[in-house]
Each structure stands twice: as C-alpha cells, then as structure tokens.
C-alpha cells in the first residue's frame, strides 16, 4: 500500500511499528514449521508477496493504493510448480507478504488519525511554530517597506481564526477590475525563517495580506487563511 505525500514522525513510526508486526508473524510462522525455510529466504518471499495489483481510492485528500489481487503470491506459486513440498514451505511467507499490504493500509489510517489530532489542520499554530527569527521580505512591488511584529504574531498566533479563501474574487479583485498600472497584489508580504510544528512533515509558505491582518498559509495540497484583530507588521494599521 502507497500513500501520496510528506513523511512525518508518526508516518515513520508507523510504519517501523507496521514491520515490526510483519516480523513479529514470520517468526510465528518459523517456529511452527517442522521443515523450516531458510532464514535469507524469508524476506525474499515476503518482499515478492508484497506484489500485487491494487485500485487507488481517495480519501482525507490522499491518495491510497488497496492491494485486490495477490500476484507475487501468484508467481510464487507458478515458480514452485510441482514442486509441493517447497511452496508448503514457502507459502505462509508467501501470504504474509500480500497480506502486509492490508497492515500497511490499516496503519496508514491510524497514522492520518492520530495525526489531525497531534496536528490540526485548522490551527495557525501548526503551520507556523518557530518565530524566533521570522521576518518578511516584499514579493510585490506595491508592497511598502515593513517589518514583521513578532510579539503581535505570538500573541495572536492561537486565537486567529480561520475564514475561506476566496481565490475567484480575489483574482477578480486584483487582476479583473483594476487597471493594470494601479494593481496591488493582496498578500505583497511572504514570511520566512519560520517553521511548522516539530514532527508534522509539512511543507508551507506563509503570506501575510497586505492590511498586515490576513495570513495565507500555502501548502502542496491547498490553502488557508486566517485573519488576526490587530496588524501583524509594523505600520499596517
């Protein structure tokens, strides 16, 4: 089972915790056997297991690959054709191997809820962690020469709250209705030397909106935003 997206501390245990389990089986299955396999053997044949021919489904944004027909357990079976003694031998292996898949999907799931818990995705927080040594640099020339209020992003950095993002009227607002030579560019502002929260895996860049009150966090998958009571950048009252 594959799934699209960052690698994140909990993805990494899980999936330590997945092959400990798949390990933990094979050697049940070792000891059981009265003409054991050889030991380099094992993995070989669970690794070749793990093939299969999956479906993808859709879900929490994801893309997930169910495994629905076990072809390495199908090669196996056609490579020890007669000879019935060795795939007795080889075939717990064997099915173990498809049957990872379905540990690593069911650990992926485990993984995704246990991480919009640690992690919400609707907290600013998340996204924006370390500020120590934040500041902002202008990607827009109508943006003015202003510096970041770090002591006012901390202060409000848990209580912003989320709205919707408006991208149609935005664009229509900026690029649609307004004359080419008097267009200012909504988030003129992006932060840098910032950080999301240890272990997350996310990959953002931040934006701050151009009343200094607005902040678009932009992440592979999609955008939020997220409005503060006061400005977060010196003179954007």
Known sequence: MEISGNYN???????????????????????????????WKIPLIILVGLISFSINLSMFDLIFKLPILPLGVWILYFVFKGKAEKWQTCRSFAWLGFGANFIFFASTLITILVHHVIYPKDELSVYIS?????????IHPSAKDRSLNIDSLLKQLDTMSQEAVYSDQWYQETYMNTESNKRNERFPYQVIGTSS?????????IYIED???????????????????????????
């Open 197 to 205: 929260r240890w272990g997350s895996g996310l990959q953002t860049l």
């Open 211 to 237: 009343d200094g009150k607005g902040i678009l966090v932009s992440t592979p998958e999609k955008q939020l935003y997220f409005r503060s009571k006061a400005s977060l950048i010196e003179g954007g009252e």
């Open 9 to 39: 501390i909990i993805e990494i245990i899980t999936v330590i915790l997945g092959w400990s389990v798949i390990v933990f089986f094979a050697y049940r299955i070792y000891q059981k056997q009265i003409v054991k396999l050889k030991v």
């Open 130 to 138: 370390n500020v120590e040594n934040a500041s902002i640099i202008n």
